[in-house]
C-alpha cells in the first residue's frame, strides 16, 4: 500500500480568518469555529449527486410512512449513504437568497438526518451560529467555505481526516491545550496497526468473518479509521472483504463530533461512536472487541473519579482490581479497561504510552502490582521504544505495547523489546513537537523484527520472570555501649534502624543463596532477612537493555586536542596583539 508523506493544505483556513473572522473571534476560537462548517462542507459535497433524487423521495413518501420507515427509504435515495438533507437548499444555494440566509440556513440544518444533527449539536453549533449572526458574518463565512472543494474526488477520507486533526492542532496549539490528547499522527497509527493486525492476516484476509475494533480514548476517530483501512487495504487481497465493525469512546464532545461525523462520512455505524468517560461510564459495557488501541493521555489525573474507580475495585468482576496507581496518572487503568474488553477466544490490544507505567511505583505499589498482574498472566507480547518527538504535544520518549490473551507457541512465557528510537527521519515541516515522521519503510523494518522474533541489537527478548524481583529488607543488630546485641523482649535481636537496607532479587534466584553469597560477607555476619516486609516488584527497565557501553576516549588522545586548541588559541592572540601577547 502506498503511503502518503504530503500532507493536505489547510491554508483556507487562515484566509478564511484573514476574511471573515478576525477581530470577531479569538484566535484559539477560529478552528473550532471552523470544525462544523468543515464538517457541513464535506457532507454538502458528497450528498451533491443525490440531492435531487433524495428531495423526489421525500415529497413522494413523508405523508405515506412513518418517520422510522422513510430513515432507511431516504439513506437508499442518498446511494446507500448513512446520511442525507431533505431541504430544497444546498449550502452554495443558499446564497442565492442572501436577505433569507439566516431562516434557510436554520431549516438546511434541520434537514439533516437525526445522527447529523447530534454532531451539529456537540460541536455546540447553535451557540456559534448565533454569535455569527450577530456580527453579520453568516454570508461571507458560507461563501468562502463554499470555496473548497471537499469532494470525495478531490479529498479522500485519508486527507479529510488530517484536515479535521490540523483544524483541532491549530485550535489548541493558540491556546496552549494538548493537542495529543485528541489525536494520535497516523505514521504512529500506521506502526501500531501493522504490529497489532499482520499476525492475524491468514485470518483477516477471507469473506465472510466479522472482525471488530475497540478504542476507549478514541478523540477524532484517527485510531479506528487507519486500523479498519489498514486491514482492507494491506491485509487483504482484491475481491476479499472481511467485516469491520469500529466502536469507540470520548469524552471531549468536540472531538467525539469529528469521530461521529468521519464514522458517517466512511460508512462505519456512527452509533458506535459513543459520549461519556470511559472509567465512569462504560459505553461498551459487558462487551468485547478483537483489537483494541489507544493513546490515552500522559500524565492525566483521574482524582475526580477516584471513589468510583475504589468502588469498582472491590468488586471481583469489576475493570481495577489488579492495583490502583498513583492519581496523578491514570495510564494503568486505561490498560486495566483495556484488558477486561478482551474477547475470550483471543484479543490483541495496542496501547501508547510513556515511559511512566513501564517502571513508575516501587515494591508493592499500584503500578507494579498492575504490571505483574499482565506479566504473570502472560499478556505482555511486545514493547516498541518509538522515535522521540513524533507527537503533536511533547518530545519525550513514548512506547507502544502490544498485549493479546492468545500468544503464538513461540512467543509463550516471553516477552519481546523492539528499539525503534532510530526508525524516524526529520518531518519535513514541524508541526509543534512532531518533528519526526516514522516512513512506510522504517514500518516494513519494525514489523519485520517483531515478525522474526529473533535477538539482534534491536531486539531483545526475556523470560516474563525477568521483569521481576523480591524486594528484601536487611537487618542489621542494634549494640549497646558495650558491644553486646541488643535483644527484644522475644528474646529476638533488636534491629539498628539506621543500617537497615533493601536488596532486589531476581525471582529465578534463591533468596537465601544471595544473601549468604552476596550481601552477607559486606556487613555484619549476625544480620539477616525481615521476611514480613518481602516485596515483590516488576518493571520494565527498557534503556538499560538496549544499553550499549562505551569506553571512554584514551586519555593521550584528549591531552593531544586541548593542546592543539590551545595552540590555536595562542596564534589567534599573537595575530591580534603581536609576538607579546
Same mark, same amino acid.
Given at each position: 500500500? &502506498?503511503?502518503?508523506?504530503?500532507?493536505?493544505d489547510?491554508?483556507?483556513?487562515?484566509r478564511?480568518?484573514?476574511?471573515?473572522?478576525?477581530?470577531?473571534?479569538?484566535?484559539?476560537?477560529?478552528?473550532?469555529?471552523?470544525l462544523?462548517?468543515?464538517?457541513?462542507?464535506?457532507?454538502?459535497?458528497?450528498?451533491?449527486?443525490?440531492?435531487e433524487?433524495?428531495?423526489?423521495?421525500?415529497e413522494?413518501?413523508k405523508?405515506?410512512?412513518?418517520e422510522?420507515?422513510?430513515?432507511?427509504?431516504?439513506?437508499k435515495?442518498?446511494?446507500?449513504?448513512?446520511?442525507y438533507?431533505?431541504?430544497?437548499?444546498?449550502?452554495?444555494?443558499?446564497l442565492?437568497?442572501a436577505?433569507?440566509?439566516?431562516?434557510?440556513?436554520?431549516s438546511?440544518?434541520?434537514?439533516?438526518?437525526?445522527?447529523?444533527?447530534?454532531?451539529?449539536?456537540?460541536?455546540?453549533?447553535?451557540?456559534?451560529?448565533?454569535?455569527?449572526?450577530?456580527?453579520?458574518?453568516?454570508?461571507?463565512?458560507?461563501?468562502?467555505?463554499?470555496?473548497? %472543494?471537499?469532494?470525495?474526488?478531490?479529498?479522500?477520507?485519508?486527507?479529510?481526516?488530517?484536515?479535521?486533526?490540523?483544524?483541532?492542532?491549530?485550535?489548541?496549539?493558540?491556546?496552549?491545550?494538548?493537542?495529543?490528547?485528541?489525536?494520535?499522527?497516523?505514521?504512529?497509527?500506521?506502526?501500531?496497526?501493522?504490529?497489532?493486525?499482520?499476525?492475524?492476516?491468514?485470518?483477516?484476509?477471507?469473506?465472510?468473518?466479522?472482525?471488530?475494533?475497540?478504542?476507549?480514548?478514541?478523540g477524532?476517530?484517527?485510531?479506528?479509521?487507519?486500523?479498519?483501512?489498514?486491514?482492507?487495504?494491506?491485509?487483504?487481497?482484491?475481491?476479499?472483504?472481511?467485516?469491520?465493525?469500529?466502536?469507540?469512546?470520548?469524552?471531549?464532545?468536540q472531538?467525539?463530533?469529528?469521530?461521529?461525523?468521519?464514522?458517517?462520512?466512511?460508512?462505519?455505524?456512527?452509533?458506535?461512536?459513543?459520549?461519556?468517560?470511559?472509567?465512569?461510564?462504560?459505553?461498551?459495557?459487558?462487551?468485547?472487541?478483537?483489537?483494541?488501541?489507544?493513546?490515552p493521555?500522559?500524565?492525566?489525573?483521574?482524582?475526580?473519579e477516584?471513589?468510583?474507580?475504589?468502588?469498582e475495585?472491590?468488586?471481583?468482576?469489576?475493570?481495577?482490581?489488579?492495583?490502583?496507581?498513583?492519581?496523578?496518572?491514570?495510564?494503568?487503568?486505561? +490498560?486495566?479497561?483495556?484488558?477486561?474488553?478482551m474477547?475470550?477466544?483471543?484479543?490483541?490490544?495496542?496501547?501508547?504510552?510513556?515511559?511512566?507505567?513501564l517502571?513508575?511505583?516501587?515494591?508493592?505499589?499500584?503500578?507494579?502490582?498492575?504490571?505483574r498482574?499482565?506479566?504473570?498472566?502472560?499478556?505482555?507480547?511486545? +514493547?516498541?521504544?518509538l522515535? @522521540?518527538?513524533l507527537?503533536?504535544?511533547?518530545?519525550?520518549?513514548?512506547?507502544?505495547?502490544?498485549?493479546?490473551?492468545?500468544?503464538?507457541?513461540?512467543?509463550?512465557?516471553?516477552?519481546?523489546?523492539?528499539?525503534?528510537?532510530?526508525?524516524?527521519?526529520?518531518?519535513?515541516?514541524?508541526?509543534?513537537?512532531?518533528?519526526? =515522521?516514522?516512513?512506510?519503510?522504517?514500518?516494513?523494518?519494525i514489523?519485520?523484527?517483531?515478525?522474526?522474533? &529473533?535477538?539482534?541489537?534491536?531486539?531483545?527478548?526475556?523470560?516474563?520472570?525477568?521483569?521481576?524481583?523480591y524486594?528484601?529488607?536487611?537487618?542489621?543488630?542494634?549494640?549497646?555501649?558495650?558491644?553486646?546485641?541488643?535483644?527484644?523482649?522475644?528474646?529476638?535481636?533488636?534491629?539498628d534502624?539506621?543500617?537497615? =537496607?533493601?536488596e532486589?532479587?531476581?525471582?529465578?534466584?534463591?533468596?537465601?543463596e544471595?544473601?549468604?553469597?552476596?550481601? @552477607?560477607?559486606?556487613? %555484619?555476619?549476625?544480620?539477616?532477612? %525481615?521476611?514480613s516486609?518481602?516485596?515483590?516488584?516488576?518493571?520494565?527497565?527498557?534503556?538499560?537493555?538496549?544499553?550499549k557501553?562505551?569506553?571512554?576516549e584514551?586519555s593521550?588522545k584528549?591531552?593531544?586536542?586541548?593542546?592543539k586548541?590551545? =595552540?590555536?588559541?595562542r596564534?589567534?592572540?599573537?595575530?591580534?596583539?603581536?609576538? &607579546?601577547?
Amino acid at each position: 500500500m &502506498e503511503q502518503k508523506n504530503k500532507r493536505p493544505d489547510v491554508s483556507f483556513v487562515w484566509r478564511i480568518t484573514d476574511n471573515v473572522l478576525r477581530d470577531t473571534f479569538k484566535k484559539n476560537e477560529i478552528g473550532m469555529v471552523l470544525l462544523p462548517f468543515v464538517v457541513l462542507r464535506r457532507l454538502d459535497c458528497i450528498l451533491s449527486p443525490y440531492n435531487e433524487n433524495v428531495r423526489k423521495t421525500y415529497e413522494q413518501f413523508k405523508d405515506k410512512v412513518s418517520e422510522e420507515k422513510l430513515e432507511p427509504i431516504l439513506r437508499k435515495a442518498a446511494g446507500g449513504l448513512k446520511f442525507y438533507n431533505t431541504s430544497r437548499f444546498t449550502l452554495t444555494s443558499l446564497l442565492d437568497d442572501a436577505r433569507n440566509l439566516s431562516i434557510n440556513f436554520t431549516s438546511y440544518l434541520q434537514s439533516f438526518n437525526k445522527e447529523v444533527q447530534e454532531i451539529l449539536a456537540n460541536f455546540q453549533f447553535a451557540t456559534t451560529i448565533a454569535r455569527i449572526n450577530r456580527n453579520n458574518l453568516l454570508f461571507q463565512l458560507i461563501q468562502e467555505i463554499c470555496e473548497q %472543494d471537499f469532494s470525495p474526488e478531490k479529498v479522500d477520507n485519508h486527507d479529510m481526516g488530517y484536515i479535521f486533526e490540523e483544524l483541532i492542532r491549530i485550535s489548541n496549539e493558540q491556546s496552549n491545550e494538548t493537542a495529543g490528547e485528541h489525536f494520535t499522527p497516523r505514521d504512529v497509527i500506521r506502526l501500531m496497526s501493522a504490529i497489532l493486525f499482520t499476525p492475524d492476516k491468514e485470518v483477516l484476509n477471507k469473506n465472510g468473518i466479522i472482525r471488530t475494533i475497540y478504542d476507549p480514548t478514541c478523540g477524532t476517530g484517527g485510531m479506528l479509521y487507519v486500523g479498519r483501512n489498514y486491514i482492507l487495504e494491506t491485509l487483504c487481497d482484491e475481491g476479499n472483504r472481511p467485516t469491520i465493525r469500529t466502536y469507540g469512546q470520548e469524552l471531549n464532545e468536540q472531538t467525539y463530533a469529528i469521530a461521529k461525523s468521519e464514522a458517517l462520512i466512511t460508512g462505519e455505524d456512527a452509533n458506535n461512536i459513543r459520549l461519556g468517560n470511559t472509567f465512569t461510564n462504560d459505553q461498551f459495557k459487558g462487551s468485547h472487541f478483537h483489537y483494541i488501541m489507544a493513546n490515552p493521555p500522559y500524565g492525566v489525573t483521574w482524582k475526580k473519579e477516584q471513589a468510583f474507580i475504589i468502588n469498582e475495585s472491590l468488586d471481583p468482576s469489576g475493570r481495577f482490581g489488579a492495583g490502583m496507581p498513583r492519581v496523578n496518572d491514570g495510564q494503568l487503568l486505561f +490498560i486495566q479497561h483495556m484488558c477486561s474488553k478482551m474477547e475470550r477466544n483471543g484479543s490483541r490490544i495496542g496501547v501508547v504510552t510513556n515511559g511512566s507505567p513501564l517502571f513508575s511505583g516501587g515494591a508493592g505499589s499500584g503500578e507494579s502490582s498492575i504490571r505483574r498482574w499482565i506479566i504473570e498472566n502472560d499478556w505482555l507480547e511486545c +514493547i516498541v521504544a518509538l522515535p @522521540k518527538d513524533l507527537f503533536y504535544n511533547t518530545g519525550i520518549n513514548t512506547y507502544i505495547w502490544f498485549l493479546t490473551n492468545d500468544k503464538s507457541e513461540e512467543r509463550r512465557g516471553k516477552v519481546q523489546l523492539i528499539d525503534a528510537t532510530s526508525f524516524c527521519v526529520p518531518a519535513i515541516k514541524s508541526l509543534g513537537n512532531k518533528r519526526n =515522521d516514522i516512513r512506510h519503510e522504517d514500518v516494513e523494518r519494525i514489523l519485520e523484527l517483531y515478525l522474526k522474533f &529473533e535477538e539482534n541489537d534491536y531486539c531483545k527478548i526475556f523470560p516474563n520472570r525477568s521483569f521481576g524481583n523480591y524486594q528484601i529488607t536487611v537487618e542489621q543488630p542494634l549494640y549497646d555501649e558495650q558491644g553486646r546485641a541488643k535483644v527484644g523482649a522475644r528474646k529476638g535481636p533488636i534491629a539498628d534502624p539506621s543500617k537497615r =537496607d533493601t536488596e532486589n532479587v531476581p525471582l529465578d534466584v534463591d533468596v537465601y543463596e544471595y544473601f549468604d553469597h552476596e550481601v @552477607k560477607p559486606h556487613i %555484619d555476619p549476625a544480620s539477616w532477612i %525481615d521476611f514480613s516486609k518481602i516485596r515483590i516488584n516488576y518493571e520494565i527497565n527498557f534503556p538499560r537493555y538496549f544499553y550499549k557501553y562505551q569506553a571512554p576516549e584514551d586519555s593521550e588522545k584528549v591531552a593531544k586536542r586541548v593542546r592543539k586548541s590551545e =595552540d590555536k588559541i595562542r596564534q589567534l592572540m599573537t595575530d591580534l596583539f603581536g609576538e &607579546e601577547a
